[in-house]
């Protein structure tokens, strides 16, 4: 429970603080495993990496420096775990913070990767997404243009279909007339070539000799 992890004694420290000063090296591991506040401070400022440098604990010193905890942090008289380290560890600090300096910087780099490759794959989706609703948008328009269009020609084929009859039905109109004209015509004719064919009357010849 992580709530009784957090409990400090009348010191104010914790369990990782005494984990950390006395070597306790798989109990510290579970302790920063679960979660738990690698700066917490006791009532004088002093961090559980100050207990594990005070008191000598190189490999404990190890585990909470690779856990990245702060180890520039100062306790109440403003001493940080170099200034309280026992002196056989000072050196063993330095190579733990420039290790951790390297940690920190991957981690940064490593954090930036992630979170621009999920921003890059959530950007896709919205894409995707966006193209889909895009296409489902505009599926029924062309459909419906096209039916449009369709009803469109199917109209401008029934009308020439109306014109070519009424063009017909007036051809065949002024067809029939002109026999009937042709035929008017050519009786006209046969008429006056009769009539030009009868001869005039003769004159009474017998009426004048007996005169």
Not at 30 to 59: R, S
Not at 125 to 152: D, R, V
Not at 159 to 182: I, Q, R
């Amino acid at each position: 429970n992580r709530a009784n992890v957090n409990q400090q004694d009348n010191e104010g420290w914790t369990p990782l603080h005494a984990a950390a000063s006395c070597g306790y090296l798989n109990i510290a591991e579970l302790l920063i495993q679960a979660g738990y506040e690698l700066n917490v401070q006791d009532y004088d400022g002093w961090t559980p990496l100050h207990a594990a440098a005070h008191w000598g604990v190189k490999e404990a010193c190890s585990i909470l420096a690779e856990a990245l905890c702060d180890m520039d942090i100062r306790n109440k008289l403003g001493q940080t775990p170099f200034d309280v380290a026992d002196e056989g560890l000072v050196e063993h600090l330095e190579l733990l913070q420039k290790k951790q300096n390297v940690l920190r910087s991957e981690k940064e780099t490593r954090n930036k990767l992630i979170e621009s490759d999920l921003n890059s794959k959530i950007q896709s989706g919205f894409f995707k997404n966006k193209e889909k609703m895009l296409y489902e948008e505009e599926t029924p328009k062309s459909q419906e243009m096209e039916e449009e269009n369709k009803e469109s020609s199917s109209s401008s084929s029934e009308e020439e279909e109306g014109e070519d009859e009424a063009s017909e039905s007036e051809t065949e109109k002024e067809a029939d007339k002109k026999p009937e004209a042709f035929v008017n015509h050519s009786n006209s004719e046969s008429k006056s070539s009769i009539t030009e064919q009868i001869p005039a009357p003769a004159q009474n010849t017998f009426s004048a000799s007996s005169a």
